[in-house]
C-alpha cells in the first residue's frame, strides 16, 4: 500500500510563529526534570572529580577513613572554635582541590536549611538567656496554652550560640562529606566504600548503583519522548494538555516498575550464567602499600597532626 | 529553502561527555540527510537538538530560517517529528490505537478524519492486527513501528529518525527503507542518524559524517562518502581486515565493494 493522500501534503513554507519565545513549563515536566538533575549531580557527576587537585589524587578508601575520622571527631567538639578547625580544614582542603566554589554551591540549600532550624533557638521563645539584640516588646507576657510569650522577645546570648554552634557543626559535616563525594568519581566512591562491607551489601550496592543510572537515563528518555509528542494545542477534552500529561506520568511510572522487574529478572539470569555463587569479590579491592602514593601519605601525616592536636586540646 | 541551518553548535551533557563539537551543516527543504557516526559520536543528540529538546550550549540553530534561540516553539512540534532510536521512550499510552490518535487528537481533527488517518495508518505499516495490543507488549520491531506511525499521524513536515532500522528484521528493514523513500518523493524533508551503512545509499540525497571527536568530518553525496574508506575508517564505521592469498597478504577494508581473486 502507497502512503495516504494526506501524507503527502506539504502545505507550510515558512515558520508562521510570530513571536518565539519559550513555552510555559509545566508542573510536572518541570519537577521531572529537576529531579532527573539532581540525581545526576549528585550521582552520577564527575567533572569535579576529573580537576586535577590535591584531594582527587588521594585514594578514595584513604579518602573516606580520613573524612570519616574527622567527621567522628567534629561531633565530639564543643567549642566554636573547634567546630571552626574542621570547617577551614574542609574549606582548605576544597581551595588545594580547586573545588571550592563548587562546594560552596552545594553548601547552599544545607545552609539555608540549618539557619531556618537553627534560627528559632537563637531567640528567647526557646532558650531563656541574656539578652543580647532586642526585636520586639509587648506590653505584658502572653500565654497560648502551655506556651508563653515573654513581653520582651529577643536573640539571646546562649541561644545565639548554640545557633551559630549547630549552624556550623551541620555545615562542616556537610562540607567534608561534600568534599569527599566532589573530589572521587562516583563509581569509584561507590566501590570504595562498598570495600568495607560484606559481600552481599557490596554486590547489592554496585548493582544499585549501576541500575538507578541506567534507570535515571530511561525517566530522561521518556521525559524527552513525551516533549517530543507534545503538540500543545489541546483543543479536545481527550487530547487536553494536563489530561494528557496525567496519564504519561502514570504510564511511565508503570513502565518503569515494569522495566526494573524485567531488568532484576535478566540480571539473575546473567549472573547465574557467569557463574555468580553469591559470593562478590572484586579484583584490587584490599588496600595495598603499592596503592598508597605521596599525596596519600602527606594527607595521613597531615591528619593524623590535626587529629592529635584536638584531642590532645580536648583533653587538657 | 532550508529546513534546517546549524551553524557552529556544541553541546556537553551534564556528567561532562561532550556530544557535539562545532558541527555546521544544513538540510534543504524536500531533501534527505542521513547522518552517520560511530556509537558515541553524538548522532542522536543532533537530533535533540534539531527538535528543540536540547539547547545548545553554543552556535545557532535555525529553522524554516528563523533563529530558534534555543526556544523551540510548540507549533513547531506538529511539523517537525522524531523517531526515538528507543520506542519506550515516546510510547505511553495504553494501546497502539491511542497511541494512533494522540497527535491527530491534539491536532484537533475531525472524529472521523482521525479514525480514517489512523486505519490508514495501521494499514500501511502493517500492524492492524496490533490495534488494541499495549505498547509495552510489542516486540522491539513491532513497537518501532508504532513509534513510527505515531510520528506520521501528524503528518509532519520535517521527519527526524533516529536508528529507524535499528532492531528490525531484515525484511521490516527493507519495508522502512521503502516507506523512507515514499515520503521522501512526497516531499518530506528527512534526517537520519544511523550507523547502518547498507542503508544510506538507498535513504539519502547528502551525508553528513561525524568522527568520535564530536566533528564533522564530511559532508556529501553517499556514493561519494561511501568510497572514502581512509574516512569511514577515521570515523571508526568500517575496519580493516588482512588476509592471506596464496602467496601474499593484503588489507582491505572491511565494507562495500571489493573484487580480487583468489588464487
Known amino acids: 500500500m502507497g502512503i495516504p493522500d494526506w501524507l503527502k501534503t506539504i502545505t507550510r513554507d515558512e515558520l508562521q510563529v510570530v513571536n518565539i519565545k519559550k513555552p510555559r513549563e509545566r508542573f510536572l515536566d518541570k519537577t521531572l526534570r529537576h529531579v532527573v538533575s539532581f540525581v545526576e549531580d549528585t550521582m552520577f557527576n564527575e567533572r569535579a572529580s576529573l580537576i586535577k587537585g590535591f584531594m582527587q589524587g588521594i585514594e578514595p578508601r584513604i579518602k573516606i577513613i580520613i573524612i570519616f575520622l574527622f567527621i567522628v571527631l567534629l561531633s565530639f567538639q564543643k567549642t566554636l572554635s573547634g567546630i571552626a578547625v574542621f570547617l577551614s580544614l574542609a574549606l582548605l582542603l576544597a581551595t588545594l582541590s580547586g573545588v571550592l566554589v563548587i562546594l560552596l554551591k552545594r553548601l547552599m540549600p544545607a545552609m539555608v536549611f540549618t539557619m531556618l532550624i537553627a534560627l528559632p533557638a537563637a531567640l528567647n521563645l526557646i532558650v531563656d538567656g541574656e539578652p543580647l539584640l532586642m526585636l520586639h516588646e509587648f506590653e505584658k507576657p502572653h500565654t497560648f496554652y502551655q506556651i508563653t510569650i515573654p513581653s520582651q522577645i529577643s536573640v539571646t546570648k546562649q541561644g545565639a550560640l548554640s545557633a551559630l554552634t549547630l549552624f556550623l557543626r551541620v555545615i562542616a559535616s556537610v562540607s567534608l562529606v561534600f568534599l569527599l563525594t566532589l573530589t572521587t568519581p562516583p563509581n569509584r566512591f561507590i566501590k570504595a566504600v562498598s570495600s568495607f562491607m560484606p559481600g552481599a551489601f557490596k554486590s547489592i550496592i554496585s548493582i544499585s548503583y549501576r541500575y538507578i543510572f541506567f534507570l535515571t537515563r530511561k525517566v530522561e528518555d521518556f521525559i524527552m519522548g513525551f516533549r517530543a509528542r507534545n503538540i500543545s494545542l489541546g483543543v479536545s477534552t481527550r487530547g487536553h494538555p494536563s489530561l494528557i500529561g496525567q496519564r504519561w506520568a502514570v504510564s511511565r511510572i508503570g513502565l518503569l516498575f515494569s522495566i526494573s522487574m524485567r531488568l532484576s529478572a535478566e540480571l539473575e539470569r546473567a549472573m547465574e550464567a557467569r557463574g555468580y555463587d553469591y559470593s562478590f569479590e572484586v579484583q584490587g579491592e584490599r588496600l595495598k602499600a603499592s596503592d598508597i602514593s605521596g599525596s596519600d601519605v602527606l594527607l595521613i601525616i597531615f591528619s593524623i597532626t590535626i587529629i592529635g592536636v584536638m584531642l590532645w586540646k580536648s583533653l587538657m | ?263
Open chain 2, 1 to 263: 529553502m532550508e529546513v534546517f541551518n546549524v551553524k557552529k553548535i556544541s553541546y556537553t551533557y551534564k556528567n561532562g561527555k561532550k556530544a557535539a563539537d562545532e558541527v555546521s551543516f544544513s538540510v534543504k527543504k524536500g531533501e534527505s540527510l542521513t547522518i552517520i557516526g560511530a556509537n558515541g559520536s553524538g548522532k542522536s543528540t543532533l537530533l535533540y537538538l534539531l527538535n528543540g529538546l536540547l539547547r545548545p550550549e553554543s552556535g545557532d540553530i535555525e529553522i524554516f530560517g528563523r533563529n530558534i534561540n534555543g526556544n523551540f516553539p510548540p507549533e513547531l512540534r506538529q511539523r517537525i517529528s522524531l523517531l526515538f532510536q528507543d520506542p519506550h521512550a515516546q510510547l505511553f499510552l495504553l494501546s497502539v490505537w491511542d497511541e494512533l490518535c494522540l497527535g491527530p487528537l491534539q491536532l484537533g481533527l475531525e472524529k472521523s478524519e482521525i479514525q480514517k488517518r489512523v486505519e490508514e495508518l495501521l494499514s500501511l505499516l502493517n500492524i492492524k492486527h496490533l490495534r488494541d495490543r499495549g505498547p509495552w507488549d510489542l516486540s522491539g520491531g513491532e513497537m518501532k513501528k508504532v513509534a513510527f506511525g505515531t510520528c506520521l499521524s501528524v503528518n509532519p513536515d520535517v521527519l527526524l529518525l533516529d536508528e529507524p532500522t535499528g532492531g528490525l528484521d531484515p525484511r521490516s528493514q527493507v519495508e522502512f527503507v521503502d516507506l523512507i523513500n515514499e515520503l521522501r518523493h512526497a516531499g518530506k524533508t528527512i534526517v537520519t542518524a544511523t550507523h547502518d551503512l547498507g542503508i544510506i545509499e538507498d535513504i539519502s540525497d547528502r551525508t553528513v559524517v561525524i568522527g568520535e571527536d564530536h566533528r564533522l568530518l564530511t559532508e556529501g553525496n553517499p556514493w561519494d562518502v561511501m568510497e572514502d574508506t581512509d574516512m569511514l575508517l577515521q570515523a571508526n564505521l568500517i575496519h580493516k581486515h588482512a588476509h592471506k592469498h596464496c602467496w601474499y597478504v593484503h588489507e582491505h577494508s572491511h565494507f562495500g565493494r571489493h573484487k580480487h581473486e583468489h588464487m
